[in-house]
Structures are given as C-alpha cells and as structure tokens.
C-alpha cells in the first residue's frame, strides 16, 4: 500500500493510493484516484495561510446571529483584541454607537446581495475610533442559501489625513487668492481714488 503519482493516457497527473490484499491464488489490488480530495487540501491550506499571514484584516461572520466566527491576527490587532477575544463577538461590536444605524443598514442591504464595499468606522477595545474600507462578499449554501460573510478590512486613516491635508492645503490656496484679489482691489481702488484726487 502507498500513495503514488502516476501519468495517465492523456498525459494528466494522478494522485492514486493503491491498496493490494494477498489471496490464495494472486494479489487483489485496489487503485484510489484522491487528487480531487488532495487538490481541495491544498487549497484549503492555501486559504489558511492566506487568512492567517495576510496584513490585510479578515473577519469571517454567520449570516444568521452577526457573530464573528473567525478572524485573522492582523484584524484583532488593529483592534486591540486577542483572536479568541473576538469569536462569537456580535458584528456590530466593532462600530462606533453612533454608526450602528448605518452598520445595520449595511447589514440587511448585504443579505440581499452577494457582494458589497463601503466607508465606515471601527472601534478598537481602547475605545479608539478609525476609518475603515470594507469589502464583503456573501458565501452561500448548495441551495443558494447565504451562510457567512468574508469581509476584507483595510485602515484607511492614512489615505483619510492625506485628504484632510490636501483639503486644508487647498483651503489655504483658496484664501491666499481671495486676499491677493482684495488687496488687487484696494489697490486698484486706492489709484482710482488719487487719480480723481488729482
């Protein structure tokens, strides 16, 4: 008995396990073809490791209760949580109060889609606010049945303070202008005036 990989007729690799029984008048021998099921295991460890090692932040959701069901170590850390902390925490957990309206919202808006990403606040254990990307997408049943949500969750206090500084940085153009037209003005004025003094 063993696992072997062998090259069938088209030229196609096979994962088989081969079983062999002695009998009394030969040897009974039994080929399992388990590529499928080896192929699944890779990707399933693929997965794993993805979740696990990725520095964007995972969490995994039942679509039933909001409970979180998994997440990954960049996701607890960027909220001050240790991982086991976070399981069977509800959804809604992880929203500032004042945006539960909209986190419900979101909420029921993605039991009717497959797929969604939007703008919002987290907030960490600490009581920290912070803006967050989330893309979610839905994981349905063999029925068609939505189950869980995977969310992707990216930190976008960097990108939000680059666009108050570019808004602030603009604002302060903005006034520069409007001063240099009014002193253009005053000045323009100020001639007007000596020109009809003279």
């Known amino acids: 008995a063993g696992r072997y990989s062998i090259t069938c007729k088209d030229g196609r690799e096979r994962l088989v396990h081969i079983f062999s029984i002695r009998m009394p008048d030969g040897l009974m021998t039994a080929f399992l073809d388990e590529t499928k099921q080896r192929r699944a295991e890779e990707r399933l ?24 069901l998994d997440v990954n170590p960049a996701f607890a850390l960027q909220r001050g949580y240790r991982r086991e902390q976070m399981i069977g925490m509800s959804a809604l957990q992880l929203f500032p109060p004042d945006r539960l309206s909209d986190a419900q919202t979101i909420i029921t808006s993605m039991s009717r889609s497959s797929h969604g990403m939007f703008e919002t606040e987290h907030i960490s254990q600490d009581g920290h606010r912070f803006p967050v990307l989330v893309d979610i997408t839905v994981v349905a049943d063999q029925n068609g049945q939505p189950l869980h949500r995977i969310a992707y969750v990216l930190d976008i206090s960097e990108r939000k303070q680059a666009e108050q500084a570019l808004d602030e940085a603009l604002e302060k153009q903005k006034q520069g202008r409007i001063a240099a037209l009014n002193q253009m003005q005053d000045a323009n004025q100020a001639r007007a005036n000596a020109e009809q003094a003279l």
């Not at 490791?49 to 990725?54: D, K, M, N, P």
């Not at 520095?55 to 209760?65: A, F, P, R």
């Open 45 to 68: 460890r693929l997965w794993a490791e993805s979740f696990e090692l990725a520095e964007l932040g995972l969490v995994i959701t039942n679509v039933q209760d909001n409970k979180i």
